[in-house]
């Protein structure tokens, strides 16, 4: 089945090409394509880098990163480096001039014209098993919109996001053991709360070592992956990114702050292309990256702003 789906796929792209349909950018198709989308709560990249996080570190340097991956729109709105707003525009692939999620308040949010990542896949394909485990619940209720994938496993605001992060991990174990997701996104909130109460860098320990057991939650997942049956025919993208960054104990108002503005997108698998992304990167090609992978053509009617970026051109 997914051979006639590649086979239908390529046979339309060349059709496309003949008829001088628009030019789209063109990238390595497997046969099984997968994503993992591992978003990281106020996570610095120049903490990840000093600090001892084995995995995270060796899929930067196996892998295509870019550490100046703008988390803001520049149209620009009044969205600030919040969770609300980057959650919203990482996951429907629009800036808040669509989704109107400003702040970590989701009244008068437009939500509904703005469909998750989940929506647009099986919009595409209804097929395709689209999973995302949320321990924050306005990802579940308001930027999911209750899509049947997304589980709130954890309800890290009551509870806390250290607890939150173990059940998740576990939660996405059991799904790469029993299940067969094509998209599984994942959501870890503790470092966020470490970053409030010791302060967002690279030289606060508390800071480095959140990052650490978020190293040690992901090892546990990889592992979890790798040990699939078919994992010799599956074709993993695993995407790393963050909603803002952090300075002092904060990260509102950081419109103009680059330690707060600034996040990061890290890709690793076979059609990351390795090195560092040298295109201009924001947040909202988040979306395009991971549905282009899973080989989902974007619709012009869905007007996402951004585009998927490091991945391999198709090799042919
Ligand atoms: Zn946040």
């Known amino acids: 089945m997914r051979t006639l789906i590649a086979k239908t796929a390529r046979t339309l792209l060349l059709c496309c090409l003949l008829l001088g349909g628009p030019a789209a950018p063109v990238f390595a198709q497997q046969e099984n394509p997968k994503v993992l989308m591992i978003g990281i709560d106020g996570c610095r990249f120049d903490a990840i880098l000093y600090s001892q996080a084995k995995l995270l570190k060796q899929y930067i340097k196996d892998g295509g990163h870019t550490d100046k991956c703008d988390v803001l729109d520049n149209i620009p709105t009044k969205a600030d480096t919040a969770s609300g707003a980057g959650w919203s525009s990482i996951l429907t692939g629009v800036w808040a001039d669509r989704h109107n999620v400003l702040g970590n308040d989701f009244a008068g949010n437009r939500l509904k014209d703005c ?20 321990t924050w619940q306005p990802i579940h209720e308001h930027i999911c919109q209750r899509h049947d994938g997304c589980r709130f496993v954890f309800d ?17 174990i059991d799904v790469l053991k ?22 967002f860098h690279p030289k606060s320990p508390k800071y480095t070592n959140g990052i ?69 990167v924001t947040n909202v090609d988040i979306v395009p990256t991971a549905l282009t992978h899973l080989g989902i053509a974007i619709d012009p009617n869905w007007r996402l702003p951004g585009r998927a970026v490091g991945l391999k051109k198709r090799q042919k």
Not at 156 to 172: E, F, H, N, S, W
Not at 178 to 199: C, I, K, R
Not at 258 to 269: A, K, Y
Request: aromatic fraction near 8%; proline fraction near 4%; hydrophobic fraction near 35%.
């Open 212 to 280: 650490e057991e978020i190293d040690d939650h992901l090892i546990r997942i990889v592992k979890a992956l790798d040990a699939r049956p078919k994992r010799g025919t599956e074709d993993w993208l695993v995407m790393f990114f963050t909603d803002h960054g952090g300075q002092g104990k904060g990260h509102g108002g950081g419109r103009t702050v680059p330690e707060i503005r600034t996040g990061f997108l890290i890709l690793h698998g076979a059609a990351a292309a390795r090195g560092k992304i040298t295109d201009k």
């Open 156 to 172: 890290g605001d009551k509870k806390g996001y250290k607890d939150g992060d173990r059940v998740m991990t576990q939660a996405a």
């Open 115 to 134: 469909p998750s990542i989940l929506h647009l896949a099986n919009r595409t394909n209804p097929k395709l098993q689209c999973i995302a485990l949320a």
């Open 178 to 199: 029993t299940e067969n997701p094509d998209l599984l996104f994942l959501y870890f909130g503790h470092l966020d709360s470490v970053g409030h109460g010791y302060g």
